[in-house]
């Protein structure tokens, strides 16, 4: 469906990668992994064609959509969130065209050939995409989106200009899913999205019927979705088919192999010389000799594996012991004029405890962050530090603070004790400042940059409760990896804000999650992946009786009854699986009827596709429209027919589980 063939691209005089080829299918999921600089956001760019190669091309058919969302930098105004979304259908005369296109192309194509299937197979979702057009059905769509990444109904009015720079990438990512390009270039898209809009966007792209190319550092996430793994190493780009866990694992094993194969190339070759400086004046020997020499000569060099950049083992300064409650919140309240955060709120954290603080954007992990530390004032209750307590917080905007005239270096030299004093260029490497780096002034450093030396900054002042507000954001996995080590062997208190599960898992012990609308805060024992089952739990519960309103009648039952009670609730009994028979009735007949109508429309489109996978079927054009309308036609009715087994399957579920209720 698209191929990168033979991209060189330098940068700054270091090659990033050198003649990289490799495909992309119609339905592959893919991630690219590596370091930061290593090259991948360019690769997007490239793919997405916002920026050259030196060399090479990308091959796509013209129908092909290839559909980009960038880390940062969007802007929108002018529009309802209703109205912008909608934009995403802007395309539908286009796509017709595409559509024309991929026809024209099947019929050029052999029909036993790879190329075919993909095109064939995208033909079909650009004619569902086409029908998704449909007035009627933009509206749910465009509703279950933004429902998805967090929006709330009352938002669909709202300018767009109003929102912040995260909601703003949330609406990009919104239009984009919308749009439903037949390659889909994400680069970080879980930056700004909380848990529950992380788990649906999971959801959402392992269902989505186009390619996916996915860059993060959310490991948690690439391994919940990705199939394929190009690793951008040293100036290369390997191949694994798996997840990311898959590919450390393969990496490391591939190391090896090439180490074993390098080692023992290097002990022939050795024993070889050995040969050849011990015979070499002797006449008897000269014909070995030159045999082994000609040997070396036709030998194909094999180089060391690219070495494990280990990473530094990032300690903490150890903190002062402090009292046995680290800071206590007794009810507690915050409002920003008439809008209320929350309120009688009350919160310990004692000396050591390490939580995580999750919840919707905008619920008030920021604030209550902010209110711990001690930087914003509460609006009512009492907040107290505990005996001998020092606190470093790293909020999102910390970065704002750095003295613009100063280097890396001179800003974490002001900071840093002296048992660190010595490895400072070392520990700046663990943060992603490297070489020369070190030496740059705040004023040229990006946003990403600034606030990844902000954290550094705050973590070589010794203290014994951090609060960090996203500290992973702009970290590469094996930054994380670090920072990760250093809070699990971290002595003091630690409040962490964030939505990573693979950093937090190792390290919080409770979770407390924060609501809009000024919800009360709930605290969850465990870890992320923990809390993350029991709303899973929670969320299955919801549909089903309140056990606490179901319990008088139980406890009825459990009582001695007499007789005449007895047959008094067989009566009941009888009534009620009348009732449900009844009920059931026409829904069953109703569904036997949707799915002999679903089963016949896809016999006739099965036989369409028939006529399609023969390469004479387009050539004549009319006879191929006219089928290709029917297809279109048929796509589109069992479409719908599945939207009403599913609104039908759910009203039998419903009514099964009223009677199940009732009759206990």
């Not at 209110?371 to 910390?398: C, M, N, W």
């Not at 009844?582 to 009827?593: F, G, I, Q, R």
């Amino acid at each position: 469906m698209l191929a990168v063939e033979k991209i060189n691209v330098q940068f700054v005089g270091r090659v990033l990668y050198e003649d990289l080829s490799f495909t992309i299918g119609a339905k592959d999921r893919v991630c690219f992994a590596g370091p930061n600089g290593a090259g991948k956001s360019t690769l997007m760019k490239i793919i997405a064609g916002l920026t050259t190669p030196d060399s090479g091309k990308v091959n796509k058919a013209k129908y092909i959509e290839v559909g980009y969302l960038p880390q940062e930098g969007i802007h929108l105004q002018g529009r309802s969130l209703f109205e912008e979304a909608e934009t995403a259908f802007e395309d539908a005369v286009a796509l017709q065209e595409k559509l024309e296109a991929a026809s024209e192309r099947l019929g050029q194509l052999d029909a036993s050939s790879p190329e075919y299937a993909d095109a064939l197979e995208v033909y079909g979702e650009m004619q569902l995409h086409l029908d998704n057009h449909d007035v009627g059905k933009m509206k749910p769509r465009i509703e279950k989106v933004l429902s998805g990444l967090g929006f709330k109904p009352g938002d669909l009015e709202r300018d767009v200009g109003e929102f912040s720079g995260g909601w703003q990438m949330r609406i990009a990512l919104a239009k984009l899913l919308l749009r439903e390009p037949a390659v889909l270039l994400l680069d970080e898209p879980t930056n700004h999205l909380d848990i529950d809009s992380q788990l649906w966007l999971e959801g959402y792209i392992t269902g989505y019927n186009g390619a996916v190319v996915i860059i993060s550092h959310d490991r948690a996430f690439l391994d919940a979705i990705v199939r394929r793994t190009l690793a951008f190493e040293a100036g290369q780009v390997n191949e694994y088919h798996g997840n990311y866990s898959y590919y450390i694992k393969e990496s490391e094993a591939r190391r090896e192999q090439l180490q074993r194969e390098y080692d023992n190339q290097q002990r022939e070759i050795e024993k070889t010389e050995s040969f050849i400086r011990r015979f070499r004046a002797k006449s008897t020997k000269a014909a070995q000799v030159q045999s082994r020499i000609k040997q070396l000569e036709k030998m194909v060099r094999l180089q060391p594996p690219q070495a494990v950049e280990k990473g530094m083992a990032l300690r903490f300064p150890q903190p002062e012991r402090s009292g046995q409650i680290a800071v206590e919140l007794t009810g507690t309240s915050k409002a920003y004029g008439d809008h209320l955060v929350f309120e009688n709120f009350d919160f310990r954290l004692e000396r050591g405890e390490k939580i995580a603080v999750v919840g919707a954007n905008g619920a008030g992990k920021s604030t209550f962050s902010r209110l711990v530390s001690g930087a914003d004032p509460l609006t009512a209750g009492e907040r107290k530090v505990g005996h001998k307590v020092s606190i470093s917080h790293f909020a999102q905007d910390h970065a704002d603070s750095l003295n613009p005239a100063k280097t890396v270096l001179q800003t974490v030299e002001e900071v840093a004790a002296r048992e660190v004093a010595g490895n400072l260029r070392t520990l700046l490497g663990c943060f992603l400042f490297r070489g020369d780096d070190v030496f740059k002034q705040v004023s040229v450093l990006s946003g990403g940059e600034r606030s990844r030396l902000s954290l550094a900054k705050m973590l070589l002042r010794p203290a014994n409760l951090l609060i960090l507000d996203e500290p992973t954001n702009h970290l590469d996995m094996q930054s994380q990896a670090v920072l990760q080590e250093a809070i699990a062997a971290y002595q003091g208190a630690v409040i962490i804000v964030s939505h990573n599960r693979e950093f937090l898992d190792p390290i919080a012990e409770k979770v407390l999650e924060f609501y809009p609308d000024a919800q009360p805060p709930r605290t969850f024992f465990g870890n992320l992946s923990d809390f993350v089952e029991k709303k899973r739990q929670e969320e299955a519960l919801a549909g089903r009786s309140n056990p606490e309103e179901a319990s008088p009648t139980q406890e009825k039952a459990a009582q001695p009854s007499s007789p005449a009670n007895r047959k008094a609730q067989r009566q009941l009994e009888g009534q009620l699986r009348q009732q449900r028979a009844n009920a059931l009735k026409p829904l069953n007949a109703n569904l036997e009827e949707i799915e002999e109508t679903i089963a016949s429309k896809e016999a006739r489109k099965a036989e369409i596709e028939s006529l399609m996978a023969d390469p004479e079927f387009f050539k004549n054009k009319d006879g191929a429209a006219g089928t290709a309308a029917e297809y279109r036609e048929l796509a589109a009715a069992i479409e719908k027919a599945y939207t009403d087994w599913s609104k039908v399957s759910d009203e039998i579920e419903k009514v099964e589980a009223e009677f199940s209720a009732k009759l206990g």
